[in-house]
């Protein structure tokens, strides 16, 4: 029974009725997590999984998963191939595959979903806190998906110093329990003591129901008949009542014969605590699995068929403490001789005391084994202590830069910092081959960048591109070098670190003259040039062109107006991420097919693709992309006329980005501001955000060249088209530059809107004309709407109606809710009556973004298992998204769903 417990069962029992989602319980130890996870067991009417996280297994990547997954296995036939192949990877069940850790923790979502087919299924993971990285970051991606599918997770962890963070899911706190609960739990612990000891442990115990329980069997027999002074314990009163129950623990262990503790170390050390593997270990060590009968006597654990349990985390902590270094060494050298290879490999470099080079080749072994898995927290750990034991200096430099780049890759930036510092210590005065200084320059670059110091970053870039061997490495880390130097806050030394970046890119055709290209126009574009006619040259697509690079060429098409290639581009990037499981990038490659889409005029789809972004990006814990994405969901919100959504987004946009000197995501807040008042016709408030962005800290974005248009509008609805002279050339220049039929139809509706009445009509002509070679729905519509406004000036009331009939349905698929208005309201004035509607007779517009991600691929056949692995959902949450779905769009079936437009 649990004792003053009701709210924490209450939330509890929450859980298991609603079936799915999961609740986080953090407290101190010993205040009764464990207990509330016993009380979900019992209770819920589902197949429970269960793991408790051990401290000495937290380095070895998914060995909590495995163990959790371990009794359902069998069902990973059921999974699609490449999530299966991924998972069995990751156990070591099967091949190693090149996916990163987050496709493990789609894999692991699937699994549950598939497994939850036959009943209600139930997880609960204790002492969380220790849990290994992998293991940790798979089961929390699938804990956020957990909706609409019969999966709860019910996870406990210790208040420790963030080492489980698990942003974005609900969490409860366990406090101590009051004076009444620990009377009652006490009374039921040990009901002969005096009134005056159950007063004195009550004081102790501080509401610890772990103390309470264990503080009575710490009394002499004196003690327990009231010889107590005033807090006297013989356990120091002073410590906290944790480290009392320990030092209870450890006296208990004392009294236990010799063979009895060494069989409670092999368990303490060895988590998994399998029978077969313990009678080998201790057998080594002259004991046998009779031994462990003493321990089970003492309350201290308890032996079955699936092997050794500990009584509480803080017995297997007191074995540890209370034993020597002799007698630790041995039975790691005895579990070195009974475990597998990777475990093998820790043991023995447990005992290796001084440098020994083929213990570090061991332990590399072991690292390479862990990145073949995704496991980036156990590869830096294992590079480590290969470091550590490393006798040429070279060697350890070598490996305590992967250790520090496996640890950064894992999100892990003070780890990852420590470990570049002692590279960097070790490397004083030896010379390093160039691929281990350019290393160790990348590695720190991208500690600088994390922690909002990019041009450092920059500096480092460059330091690493001289030193690096191969000119692809070279030729990436330039890219990132000019990418991250345009996209930094401006500062002082920005334009010369440009110019150093531009200095350091090699001659030659191809791939170096692309990226020669970019970072000319990087600098070009901080030195205050407008960039408007620079060339662009695109290598051969059969080049071999790392990742970084791809992204730019895909990027940098939004500067050429290639709308069409950079949504090519932006979506192979996408899909590449998705194929290979490299959820790690796929917040950047969704930020580039975000701006594809909605630079393409396709705002629905890019409504889909940035709220995917965002989530995945909180996940994997990519705050910069984040900024990004955040700034472009607020053009699209301002754009749809949602102005309080638009302005947290704004917000959140920029508050991401300051913290990191970053500037894309604060061009797009304000971006979407100008567009949230160019939507209701508030033109001197654009002009003043132009004005002010023209020499604010944004200036130097490529892409404010399509907000150009709008100034000239904003001037011209103003009466002051001279304020349209320089931005309306500017973008001239542009777009006969890049010859593309859609900067070129803005650009006569720009010179339309200044020019006089005679010349106006041929002007708009011409734009519609080139609106028909390059299609863009909302600059389209935008051109229907002034020249149906203009045509209704000139009395020219029938041909102004099918323009603005024509805007008015291409702003309603688009759900530009505020131009819509505007065009309905020109309508009107041209005598048609129309009722009060929003976005009338279309139900692609009720569709939240999530629901029309899943239309759209349903559209094309795809199963919810298809679609689910597409949008890292379950099947059965797609499946809840399309029954919400079709009443909205008034359809019954799939094949119902042909009809829809859905561009």
Not at 228 to 246: E, I, K, N, Y
Request: hydrophobic residues 45%.
């Amino acid at each position: 029974m649990l004792y003053g417990r009701q709210a924490e069962q209450a939330a509890v029992d929450e859980l298991l009725r609603a079936r799915s989602g999961a609740l986080i319980v953090r407290g101190e130890a010993g205040i009764g997590k464990s207990a509330l996870l016993d009380y979900a067991g019992k209770k819920a009417q589902a197949r429970v999984l269960r793991v408790d996280g051990v401290e000495s297994e937290s380095d070895l990547p998914f060995a909590a998963l495995h163990l959790l997954l371990r009794p359902v296995l069998d069902h990973l036939g059921a999974l699609p191939e490449q999530q299966a192949q991924a998972l069995r990877g990751a156990l070591g069940l099967g091949a190693p595959t090149q996916g990163d850790r987050f496709l493990v923790g789609l894999a692991t979502l699937s699994l549950l979903v598939e497994l939850s087919a036959e009943g209600p299924v139930m997880c609960l993971v204790d002492d969380a806190q220790w849990l290994d990285g992998e293991s940790a970051d798979a089961l929390l991606f699938a804990a956020r998906r957990l909706h609409a599918e019969p999966v709860a997770a019910l996870v406990a962890a210790r208040e420790t110093d963030g080492s489980f963070s698990a942003r974005g899911l609900p969490e409860l706190r366990l406090a101590e329990l009051d004076a009444a609960a620990a009377r009652r739990l006490l009374a039921e612990q040990a009901t002969d003591l005096p009134p005056a000891v159950r007063d004195q442990l009550i004081a102790e115990a501080r509401g610890n129901p772990l103390a309470l329980i264990e503080l009575p069997r710490m009394l002499t027999a004196e003690q327990r008949k009231g010889a107590l002074g005033p807090l006297s314990f013989s356990f120091r009163t002073a410590q906290p009542v944790t480290d009392r129950v320990l030092c209870g623990f450890r006296e208990r262990i004392a009294a236990l014969p010799v063979a009895t503790r060494s069989c409670l170390l092999v368990a303490a050390l060895d988590d998994r605590a399998e029978l077969g593997v313990l009678a080998r270990a201790i057998g080594l060590l002259g004991a046998s699995l009779t031994d462990f009968a003493e321990a089970e006597r003492a309350g201290l654990l308890g032996v079955g068929e699936e092997g050794v349990t500990f009584r509480h985390p803080l017995v297997r902590a007191a074995v540890l403490l209370s034993c020597d270094i002799g007698t630790r060494m041995a039975a790691h050298r005895a579990l070195a001789e009974a475990v597998d290879d990777d475990r093998r490999a820790w043991h023995l470099a447990a005992v290796t005391l001084e440098s020994d080079e083929e213990v570090a080749r061991e332990m590399e072994r072991l690292a390479l084994r862990a990145r073949q898995r995704g496991g980036q927290t156990a590869v830096s750990a294992a590079y480590a202590r290969a470091a550590e034991l490393s006798a040429d200096p070279a060697q350890a430099i070598r490996r305590w830069t992967a250790a520090a780049g496996a640890a950064a890759e894992a999100g892990l930036w003070e780890r990852a910092q420590e470990l570049v510092d002692r590279a960097r210590r070790r490397a004083e005065g030896i010379p390093l081959a160039g691929a281990v200084r350019a290393g160790l320059a990348q590695i720190r670059a991208k500690l600088e960048i994390e922690a909002g110091r990019p041009l450092n970053g920059v500096r480092l870039l460059h330091e690493a591109a001289a030193a690096a061997d191969d000119l692809t490495t070279r030729l990436s880390l330039l890219s990132l070098a000019g990418f991250y130097t345009w996209a930094s806050a401006p500062h002082p030394e920005q334009l010369a670190l440009a110019r150093r970046t531009e200095e350091l890119c090699p001659e030659g055709e191809g791939l170096a003259d692309v990226v020669r290209t970019f970072n000319r126009a990087f600098r070009l574009i901080l030195e205050g040039d407008a960039v408007t006619t620079l060339t662009y040259r695109m290598p051969d697509q059969d080049d071999h062109i790392p990742f970084e690079v791809r992204f730019m060429i895909t990027y940098q098409a939004v500067v050429r107006a290639d709308h069409d290639a950079m949504l090519d581009g932006a979506a192979q990037l996408v899909e590449e991420c998705r194929a290979e499981g490299r959820l790690g990038r796929m917040p950047q490659a969704m930020t580039g097919f975000t701006i594809a889409q909605l630079i393409s005029g396709r705002h629905r789809a890019a409504r889909a693709t940035v709220a995917a972004g965002l989530a995945l990006a909180s996940d994997v814990g990519q705050p910069q992309w984040s900024s990004y994405l955040a700034g472009l969901h607020a053009w699209l919100s301002a754009v749809a006329g949602a102005p309080e959504e638009c302005r947290a987004m704004a917000e959140q946009g920029i508050h991401e980005a300051g913290h990191r000197k970053w500037m894309p995501g604060v061009f797009w807040a304000e971006y979407a501001r100008l567009m949230l008042d160019l939507g209701v016709s508030r033109y001197e408030a654009v002009l003043e955000r132009m004005d002010r962005a023209a020499a604010g800290p944004t200036r130097h974005a490529f892409l404010w060249r399509y907000a150009w248009p709008d100034y000239v509008e904003a001037a011209a609805r103003t009466g002051n088209p001279q304020r349209a002279t320089e931005p309306l050339r500017r973008y001239a220049e542009w777009a006969q530059a890049t010859g593309q039929a859609r900067p070129l139809a803005v650009l006569h509706r720009a010179h339309a809107l200044l020019a006089a009445d005679h010349e106006a009509e041929e002007l708009y002509e011409q734009a519609l004309a080139f609106h028909t070679e390059g299609e863009h729905p909302f600059d389209e519509a935008r051109t229907r709407l002034v020249y149906g406004e203009w045509l209704r000036r000139q009395q020219r009331r029938s041909e102004a109606r099918a323009q603005l009939e024509a805007a008015i349905e291409a702003f309603d698929r688009l759900d530009a809710a505020p131009w819509s208005a505007r065009a309905a309201a020109e309508l009107r004035a041209t005598g048609v009556s129309l009722p009060e509607r929003a976005r009338a007779g279309d139900p692609l517009a009720a569709l939240t973004p999530q629901e029309l991600q899943v239309v759209r691929l349903a559209v094309t056949g795809a199963s919810n298992r298809e679609i689910g692995a597409q949008l890292f959902l379950s099947p059965r949450t797609v499946a809840s998204h399309l029954y919400k779905a079709f009443p909205k769009l008034g359809v019954a079936s799939r094949a119902e769903l042909a009809r829809l437009e859905l561009a």
